[in-house]
């Protein structure tokens, strides 16, 4: 059984950083592209950000381009969300997630609890 747990969010002002990380289990981490998407208050979940299972590719969201920084620790089965100059839109319920193959063309396959993140201006 494939387990996801975030950790990392919490209280922030806008223009702070805040690092999200999502610890998995199993002994396949390193073989599927992993992803974060978050759902703000009233509104459906979306895609934030994704990575491969090498780290060759990564893909944003473009609101989150150039300020959300995705990564992966294969060693360590745990992926992150490096989350720089924060606004008060980033407010949502965060959730990593796994997809069912080495690249994220395909549809996510499991799903962690999710981490509240709440930015106040």
């Known amino acids: 059984q494939v387990q996801l747990v975030e950790s990392g969010g919490g209280l922030a002002q806008a223009g702070d950083s805040l690092r999200l990380s999502c610890a998995t289990s199993?002994?396949?981490?390193?073989?599927?592209?992993m992803g974060w998407f978050r759902r703000a208050p009233g509104k459906e979940r979306d895609f934030v950000a994704a990575?491969?299972?090498?780290?060759?590719?990564?893909n944003y969201a473009k609101s989150v381009k150039g300020r959300f920084t995705i990564s992966r620790d294969n060693a360590k089965n745990t992926v992150y969300l490096q989350m720089n100059n924060l606004k008060p839109e980033d407010t949502a319920v965060y959730y990593c997630?796994?997809?069912?193959?080495?690249?994220?063309?395909?549809?996510?396959?499991?799903w962690g609890q999710g981490t509240q993140v709440t930015v106040s201006s």
């Open positions: 997630a796994r997809y069912s193959g080495i690249y994220y063309n395909t549809d996510p396959e499991y």
């Open positions: 199993g002994r396949t981490f390193s073989g599927y592209a």
């Open positions: 990575i491969t299972w090498n780290s060759d590719l990564t």
